[in-house]
């Protein structure tokens, strides 16, 4: 499936050559969100009538709420956002939304799992080691797909939400920490001199090679012999890298490091433009943890208000700066720029006079920025209510589908064959979603 150019496309021509996806674990609701719905306030507090049988995660359907946070225009092209993301409102007019996503699970996990691997079960290659797999890697001396885990915790399910799952071990995500040192292990200790760790080297290389040429094909090891490879080009990079005091007060405050609520992920997203600027092909970022209380996760089932305000509060000012930054150095142009969640919340409470709505997979909001899409562009639409996609069902595998487009990848062409099947990201599904593209 290898082979082609990794800046040209592997199927045709491309135009993007990197990624960063920010998904927001927990489900956003599109309602109180980009996905405006007047018809909402007029129905306030009375049950939802004339969609059948309310679709729950918990069974607890109460009555139609309003948002609670107030929707205003923005921008050349109209679009509205709450007050929830005042920054990011001001960036609209870059940005492409799909309104009409819908997934298969409103389990959180299953979910999480099927937007970054395309299915709802572990085990299956995430999105950004199948773009390593297909486009390898825009600079040898680091990993071609690097994640950055929520700094307050990681997501239910840790690593497998990177996995290579069954592609070569090599293309799983590497996670960097958001505290302390960002690789572990990575410098060599200080009381080890040159000479001993070269002996080291190469007694573990001879190691390495004898084991290999004793069970050949064992791509677990190949890995581990490569991250070794990698490691010691790494330990010149990374520093650099991840040292932020270089950056402009401007830029930092761009990133809202001088805020105590935007810091952590706010250096996760400048950290994130540099991995970009030095060739890492596909940069994830995480915002929100795992499940549990205090909720550090989109999960609003208690009160939309209380989460939703402040997990935004962290969220709004860092991803705007990331955009504008990305922007203003011509990185824009060929990255492709993705926000996303698992699934939205119900346009009715979670019991009757609660304040926080449940799990939603019938339709939610994803949006985009970069070559290739329409900017200031909307699509699809859910219902009057928020409830079910009525114009242009997106699925994630014609998500999925359209991503790799941008890369000039073929969904269909992507493959590799594993216990008889040749598997691929979007399974046996996945339409891309031309109307979006210019």
Sequence with gaps: ARGADPVSGLHHEAKVKRVVQIFCPG??????????????????GKPMTGK????????????????????????????????????????????????????????????????????????????????????????????????????????????????????????????FRTTGDPIPDLATPKNTSEKERAAGSDLLAHMNRSFSEATPGDSTLAARIRSYEMAAKMQLDVPGIVNLDSETAETQRLYGLDNKVTEGFGRNCLLTRRLLEKGVRFVQL????????????WDAHEDIVDNHRKQAAVLDKPVAGLLADIKRRGLLKDTLFVWSTEFGRTPFTQGVGKPGRDHHQHAFTVFMAGAGLKPGFAYGASDELGYKTVEGEVTIYDFHATLLHLLGIDHMQLTYYHNGIQRRLTDVHGEVVGDILV
């Design 27 to 44: 489900g956003v609701s599109h309602v109180d969100t980009f996905d405006y719905k007047p018809e909402l306030e007029k129905q306030h």
């Design 52 to 175: 059948g049988k309310a679709d729950t995660f918990f069974g607890q359907p109460g009555n139609l709420m309003k948002s609670p946070f107030k929707f205003a225009k923005h921008g050349k092209c109209g679009r509205w956002v709450s007050d929830l993301f005042p920054n990011i409102a001001g960036h609209v007019d870059d940005l492409t939304f799909i309104h009409s996503m819908t997934a298969k699970s409103a389990n959180h996990t299953p979910a999480a799992f099927q937007m970054n691997s395309g299915f709802v079960l572990n085990g299956f290659p995430s999105f950004g080691s199948w773009v390593s797999y297909g486009l390898g890697s825009l600079n040898e001396d680091l990993p071609a797909f690097v994640v950055l885990p929520d700094p307050r915790g990681h997501p239910a399910g840790g690593a497998i939400n990177w996995s290579s799952g069954f592609l070569p071990a090599t293309h799983q995500g590497v996670a």
């Design 286 to 297: 995480w915002h929100g943890g795992a499940f549990g209380s205090p909720r550090i996760n």
